[in-house]
């Protein structure tokens, strides 16, 4: 598959989350919630996660933001659902690391699913910020257990 055709399918994936956004839903009763916002584009991405036996049972997010920000966080919730907490914290470090293009095995970012697209992210720096906020909520959400706000 040429490159153009590529990047194209790379488009396609990221609007039809941002249109059609997996898991966007907010969960009343979650164990752990974050609230992460861009102040300098003002995306804002809030990640619900009720955390069972050490397990991602169920995940959700809400907010607003450009169309990266919410297709990674669509990307993102299909990824670790169903993921042990110690897992879904070393995939938010991958793509993380990934976005800022450090590299990682290809079995590392499988297990990031679609998300793994967005590796091509980091050739657009300001940008980087949009696509790792819902994972950086992610990961605040499972290392704190209570309700709060941050600023990326």
């Known amino acids: ?31 752990n919630k974050m609230t ?4 300098t584009c003002g995306d804002t991405i809030n990640v619900a996660v009720d955390v069972k036996d050490g397990r991602i049972e169920n995940i959700g997010y809400t907010g607003s933001g450009c169309t990266i920000s919410q297709a990674s966080a669509s990307m ?8 042990t907490v110690e897992a879904a914290l ?6 993380s690391d990934m976005a800022i293009g450090k590299q990682h095995s290809q079995a590392d970012l499988d297990q ?3 998300a793994q697209i967005l590796t091509s992210i980091m050739e ?6 949009c696509a790792t906020i819902s994972w950086w909520a992610l990961q605040r959400a499972l290392l704190k257990n209570d309700d709060e706000e941050e600023k990326q």
């Open 112 to 114: 990031l699913g679609d």
């Open 90 to 95: 070393a995939m938010a470090k991958t793509f």
């Open 36 to 39: 992460v916002h861009n102040p």
């Open 124 to 129: 657009f720096p300001a940008r980087i910020k």
């Open 76 to 83: 993102m919730t299909e990824a670790v659902k169903g993921k």
């Open 1 to 31: 598959m040429g490159l153009s055709k590529l990047n194209g399918l790379y488009r396609e994936v990221i609007l039809d989350h941002a249109n059609h956004p997996h898991n966007k839903h907010d969960i009343a009763d979650a164990t």
